[in-house]
């Protein structure tokens, strides 16, 4: 099929194709394209105190679960504002191990654990990452509790957890053309509009189409292997470490909490 004949089926079906979108639970996709993260980067990512040997319970973390302005393998573009109407709304918020919505797959929630959701806009360098300009990246903080899932728990805490995706469904979404043809005329207005938002263009330079999502509902986090978002990283993580105080055992021993930053990626 050629480039001319994709859009043409593509914009035939838009209706049908936007439906699914909508209808489906969608979750991160690998990103399109031949990004390498650079040696230091891979270091930054890769990054991580093994503190197993210390007797640790909680461990505080501010992790990137989805981030805009980036294609993806359904040739779908979040748009910055997607999670405004969702994270306005009262609702409870999972971080989940591979998007298994089991018990034993519950790493943190926002009811017990203190899990938060917030949408930060970060440039791609803070991030580590070579593009220029921002994203608005969804940043779960979150305490994982060595009780909860001690498996991912260890993970965390070795750094071995180096991506994350998000598990959502589109609300809005919007099929941007690059054509002058008279019939895409509104396809043509949205490649316009979202077109210089897009930091990997040449993927939709190649295709001469993408889809715009400019509003999505969360429904939960996962720590991943591969597979989700590329540029979803740890940005921080702490060990916070309370236990009695050494001098006195009374009726309300007090308590000494220690904290120790193990990984933290460049500002």
């Not at 989805?66 to 040739?75: A, G, L, P, Q, Y």
């Not at 990246?137 to 009780?147: N, P, Y």
């Not at 509003?215 to 292997?225: C, F, R």
Request: hydrophobic share 35%; proline share 3%; charged share 30%.
């Amino acid at each position: 099929m050629t480039k001319e004949e994709e859009i043409k089926y593509v914009f035939a079906n838009k209706d049908l194709i936007a439906s699914k979108k909508k209808n489906a639970i969608k979750r991160g996709d690998l990103i399109l394209g031949n990004y390498t993260s650079d040696s230091e980067n891979k270091e930054v990512n890769k990054a991580g105190v093994d503190l197993s040997t210390q007797e640790v319970g909680i461990l505080r973390a501010k992790l990137v679960i989805n981030t805009t302005n980036v294609i993806d393998s359904h040739m779908d573009c979040h748009i910055p504002g997607i999670w405004n109407k969702t994270l306005s709304e009262s609702k409870i918020l999972y971080l989940l191990q591979e998007h298994e919505m089991e018990f034993d797959k519950i790493i943190s929630d926002s009811v017990n654990d203190g899990l938060t959701a917030t949408a930060e806009s970060i440039s791609w360098k803070k991030l580590g990452y070579p593009y220029n300009g921002k994203t608005e990246a969804l940043i779960f903080d979150v305490q994982i509790k060595k009780e909860v899932n001690p498996f991912m728990f260890d993970l965390y805490q070795k750094g071995r957890v180096l991506n994350h995706s998000v598990g959502m469904r589109y609300m809005k979404i919007f099929l941007c053309v690059d054509s002058n043809e008279p019939y895409y005329a509104a396809e043509k207005e949205a490649w316009d509009k979202y077109y210089p938002m897009v930091a990997n263009s040449e993927i939709a330079d190649e295709k001469g189409y993408f889809w715009a999502v400019t509003e999505a509902k969360v429904i939960e986090g996962s720590a991943v292997v591969k597979g989700s978002n590329e540029f979803t990283p740890v940005m921080e993580i702490e060990i916070d470490k309370s236990e009695p105080s050494a001098d006195t055992q009374t009726e309300e021993p007090e308590q000494s909490t220690q904290t120790t930053t193990i990984k933290r990626r460049r500002n």
